[in-house]
């Protein structure tokens, strides 16, 4: 009646498990991250730095009202105070081109909608379609450009000019290698895969029709992440957040289990109860399956802990002693495991008690495999 089995039945199967993720490229840093895994019903992807690369790159600039290159220079003048990779990127154009950096004063970031700064006794506005129409300025002359660039997978950027509209800036990212056959192998598993974006709905479509995700949710606000997992969970979903930024954290934290890139920022790591060091997306596939591994084990220790049990302390405690009795004694070919009397022989107990452990370990060591 020795539980040594039942008390390895878990401790094994996970310890095992959290050193194979360890191989692949994966810190468990929370060990019931692995059960709750197991419970995921949907897997939320932040879109840029998680499913893209997160070099983003300036590919197509429209002037309106001014000429490309003073587009280009107050745009990036604009942006060469911010942290947001597509003000960066736009940054980085300016910068490629040679173009003169002009000073920008009174810069403002409006999270989610784009900036704002002083260039020359002029007012700059970058930003998506909401904070331009926010702004009392008209869009018309670059409806058609804003769709085509948003069909295309890339992010529109409009820039106003003292309340006028001079011209949009174009930025695409490329996705990971092999995110969509992990998409796949996600969907396979039984998984609702959602994309989460601040990106407007054509981009963010765009994007999923590319991966095969059904299910987009677009013009995310950074702090409305949160609120859009806890509305999944409210509709009865197990969700697993992926990101790897600043913004996703509060997310990460809100999701019945958080999965940080590793290439990502500090605060998401920290946020997060798995950490797929590589940032590969193949850690996010493996992750699953290894916590799907990891419990299947522990409900095979568990049968084998209990089978041993069930099966031979009542007859250590004498369950056969009436049949035996009945028929005389225990045959002589039986006395060796039954005794006289129909009772376990106690070497053969301690040998079954043993064992029992023996195949709890054994069964965890398979999952190396």
Not at 63 to 70: C, F, K, N, Q, Y
Not at 242 to 249: F, K, L, M, P, R
């Amino acid at each position: 009646a020795c539980p040594c089995a039942l008390g390895l039945t878990a401790t094994t199967a996970i310890a095992v498990g959290t050193g194979k993720s360890a191989e692949k490229g994966i810190l468990i840093r929370k060990a019931e991250a692995l059960e709750v895994a197991d419970k995921v019903t949907t897997v939320v992807l932040d879109k840029t730095g998680t499913l893209t690369s997160g070099k983003i790159k300036v590919t197509d600039i429209v002037p309106l009202s001014i000429s490309e290159d003073a587009l280009l220079r107050l745009a990036g003048s604009a942006e060469q105070y911010s942290e947001h990779p597509v003000g960066q990127a736009i940054h980085n154009a300016l910068i490629q081109r040679n173009l003169p950096l002009e000073t920008a004063t009174n810069f403002k970031i409006i999270p989610g909608y784009g900036v704002t700064a002083s260039i020359n006794g002029s007012t700059v506005i970058l930003g998506n379609q909401n904070f331009l129409d926010a702004s009392n300025i008209s869009l018309s002359k670059a409806q058609s450009h804003g769709i085509q660039f948003s069909e295309q997978g890339k992010t529109p950027i409009f820039v106003g000019l003292d309340g006028k509209l001079a011209g949009i800036i174009a930025v695409a990212d490329t996705l990971k290698p092999k995110s969509k056959e992990v998409m796949k192998n996600l969907k396979a598993m039984g998984l609702e895969v959602i994309i989460i974006t601040g990106d407007n709905q054509r981009v963010a479509r765009a994007i999923g029709d590319q991966l095969g995700i059904d299910r987009v949710i677009a013009e995310v606000l950074p702090q409305d992440k949160a609120k859009t997992v806890q509305q999944l969970q409210k509709e009865g979903k197990i969700v697993a957040m992926v990101g790897d930024g600043i913004n996703d954290a509060p997310a990460l934290l809100k999701a019945d289990i958080g999965l940080a890139i590793g290439t990502g920022t500090d605060i998401a790591m920290e946020s997060a109860s798995i950490t797929l060091i590589r940032g590969d997306l193949q850690g996010i596939w493996s992750t699953f399956q290894i916590s799907h591994a990891v419990i299947k084990t522990i409900k095979q220790n568990l049968f084998w802990a209990f089978f041993y049990n069930t099966t031979l302390i009542p007859v250590a405690a004498g369950v056969l002693f009436p049949l035996f009795s009945r028929i005389g004694g225990v045959p002589s070919g039986l006395q060796f495991f039954f005794g006289e009397f129909g009772f376990l022989n106690p070497v053969l107990a301690a040998l079954a008690m043993a064992f029992s452990s023996v195949t709890v370990v054994t069964n965890s060591l398979r999952l190396r495999r």
